[in-house]
Structure formats: structure tokens, C-alpha cells
């Protein structure tokens, strides 16, 4: 049970995702086998767009539920789910012994028309909180955003949406990934102002390719801080130099989030096992 790991200092634990090839399943389960060795608290598998790859979702986590024997926490999207798809789902979880999922929203699917996406079933991730809630024990993570999500309007805005998950029974909370601490600082002080007590992960991408910048950080649209620019800057045409030094600069951002007491550190590990490890073997 996850909820169980909160008694202790900082819980670890961080993020996989499914390859695109079906043959490419082996790799992750070699990944996963060498995660393993780490000890995490949880381990949690992406869902693709509009639930594209759902099914591979549900196997790995089964695997890393039962072969791994570390808890898994599958991601799902409101965006490509009605009732029934849902509950459908929820089932398939609960029968590979899978107990907890990371409720989202999701983002509009390249083949999903603006009138689809605008008309789909559940329109927040709290409406699929509330229904898993009450139609499951399962426990309950959700996304939230150090430096707000793009499509809020204001700050308040966001906290207020983010307490009404709390309210509606999330267990924990996963930041996007930020890279400058102080961010992360200001937030958790405005989530516990906001009456928002649930433990929240903070999510670090550890910047081992410039490429990185151009694919999952440009999408999160979090602030990249000089310190860090500068090193992609640097390292722009030295593929090992840049891997050590976003390595790095991720180990030094850890030990100051444990240092300052957050309750969880999320690895967004890229399927690397090798940097993960470096990180953990560091900074815990
Ligand atoms: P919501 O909580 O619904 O929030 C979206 C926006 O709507 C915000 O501006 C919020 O303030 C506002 N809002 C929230 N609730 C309400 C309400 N009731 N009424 C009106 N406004 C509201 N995407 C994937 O496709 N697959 C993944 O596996 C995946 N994993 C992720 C993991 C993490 C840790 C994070 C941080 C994001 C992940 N995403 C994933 C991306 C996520 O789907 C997008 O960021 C999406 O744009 C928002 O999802 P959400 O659950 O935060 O949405």
C-alpha cells in the first residue's frame, strides 16, 4: 500500500513509459528489473494520448506490481474514457492487482478533433477522482503545476481546482518537473495556505540530452534556469558531457528538495535505469 510509505523521511519514486515498438516491451521490463534493485516506493507507467496505449499501460504495471513486487501506479487520462470505458479499466487493473492510478486529464490527441475534445465525457481530472472514488478503493495520485498549468487563468485559479481534488480524495500529488527548487518552495507554501495537505511529489527530469528541451520540457513549458541553459549551451555538441552534467545538476536538486523535507522525490527516469540510479545512489 502506498499510503503506508509516508511514515517514513522522503519516499522515492518515479516514472516509466511504454515503448512505442511491441517488441521494444522486453527492454522495460530489463529497465524495471534494474530499477527494482532501488527499493521504490512506487513506480508509475504513462498512459498515451487519448489512451493509445492503454493496454501496455495495464501489462507493465502488472509487472511491476507482481514480478518487481514494488507497487505500481498506472496513469489514466479522462481524455478517451466514458463510464464504461472506465469501469472496464478499473476492472483490468484491479484483476493484475494493480491499486493505484495517477488520474489526469489529459491533452487533445493529434487525431482528436477541438470539437471532440471539447465534447468528451469527463471534463477534468476531478471528475474521474470523484468517480474512481466512489466506484473503487484504489488509491489516488494527481498531477499539479509548481508554475501553474498553461491553460489557468490565474494562480488562484489552480489551487482553487487543486483543492477540489483533495477534497474529492486525492492521496498524493506529482509536480511537473521544475528546475529551479525555490519554485517548488513557494508552491508547497501556497498549496498549504490554499488548506491542501495531501504529501506531494516532486518531479525531476534530469536533463541527460539537449534534445530533452525541445520535446518534454518545451511541452511542460517549465522554466529553464540559467544555470541550467548554460550547461545545455556547453554541452551541446558532447552527448556524455551532457548526460553527466543534467545527471548532476538533477543529484544536486534532490539533495536540496531532502534537505528541505519534501514528502516524495518522482524520477521522471526516461526508461534509464542507469541515471536513476545514479540519483538515488547519491542524493538518498
Ligand atoms: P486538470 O486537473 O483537469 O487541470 C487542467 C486545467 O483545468 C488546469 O488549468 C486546471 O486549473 C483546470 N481545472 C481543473 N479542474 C477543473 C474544474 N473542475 N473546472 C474547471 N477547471 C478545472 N498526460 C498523458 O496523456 N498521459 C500521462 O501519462 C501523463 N502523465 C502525467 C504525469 C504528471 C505527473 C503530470 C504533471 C502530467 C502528466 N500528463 C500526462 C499531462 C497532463 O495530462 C496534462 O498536463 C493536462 O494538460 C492536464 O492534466 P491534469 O490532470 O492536471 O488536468
Known amino acids: ?3 503506508e510509505k509516508y511514515n517514513k523521511k522522503t519516499v522515492f519514486s518515479c516514472e516509466v513509459f511504454p515503448p512505442k515498438r511491441n517488441d521494444d516491451i522486453y527492454d522495460i521490463f530489463k529497465t524495471l528489473d534494474e530499477i527494482k534493485l532501488l527499493n521504490p516506493d512506487f513506480i508509475s507507467v504513462t498512459y498515451g494520448a487519448g489512451g493509445s496505449n492503454s493496454k501496455k499501460t495495464a501489462t507493465i504495471a502488472a509487472y511491476i506490481q507482481n514480478i518487481c513486487e514494488v507497487e505500481a501506479l498506472a496513469h489514466m487520462t479522462a481524455v478517451g474514457l466514458d463510464e464504461a470505458s472506465l469501469t472496464e479499466l478499473l476492472e483490468e487493473l484491479k484483476k493484475k492487482q494493480v491499486n493505484n492510478v495517477l488520474a489526469l486529464r489529459g491533452d487533445k490527441p493529434r487525431a482528436m478533433t477541438d470539437e471532440e475534445f471539447d465534447n468528451r465525457y469527463y471534463k477534468h481530472a476531478s471528475d474521474l477522482i470523484k468517480v474512481i472514488n466512489e466506484k473503487s478503493d484504489m488509491f489516488i495520485a494527481a498531477a499539479c503545476y509548481p508554475e501553474i498549468h498553461p491553460e489557468s487563468k490565474s494562480k488562484e485559479d489552480d489551487l482553487k481546482y487543486l483543492k477540489l481534488k483533495a ?5 498524493c500529488f506529482i509536480t511537473q518537473m ?16 490554499a488548506g491542501i495537505n495531501v504529501p506531494v511529489h516532486a518531479g525531476i527530469m534530469p536533463i541527460t540530452n539537449v534534445n530533452l528541451l525541445g520535446t518534454s520540457v518545451s511541452i511542460s513549458v517549465s522554466s529553464v534556469p540559467k544555470k541550467l541553459s548554460n550547461l545545455i549551451a556547453k554541452y551541446s555538441e558532447d552527448p556524455e558531457g551532457m ?24 524520477i521522471y527516469s526516461m526508461n534509464k535505469s542507469d541515471v536513476t540510479t545514479e540519483i538515488y545512489k547519491a542524493a538518498f
Do not use: S
Open 1 to 3: 500500500m502506498i499510503k
Open 167 to 171: 477534497d474529492l480524495g486525492v492521496d
Open 178 to 193: 521544475f528546475f529551479d527548487n525555490d519554485i517548488l518552495y513557494r508552491f508547497l507554501e501556497d498549496m498549504r495556505n
Open 243 to 266: 548526460k553527466k552534467a543534467g545527471t548532476e545538476y538533477a543529484i544536486n536538486q534532490v539533495t536540496d528538495l531532502i534537505k528541505h523535507g519534501v514528502e516524495g522525490i518522482h
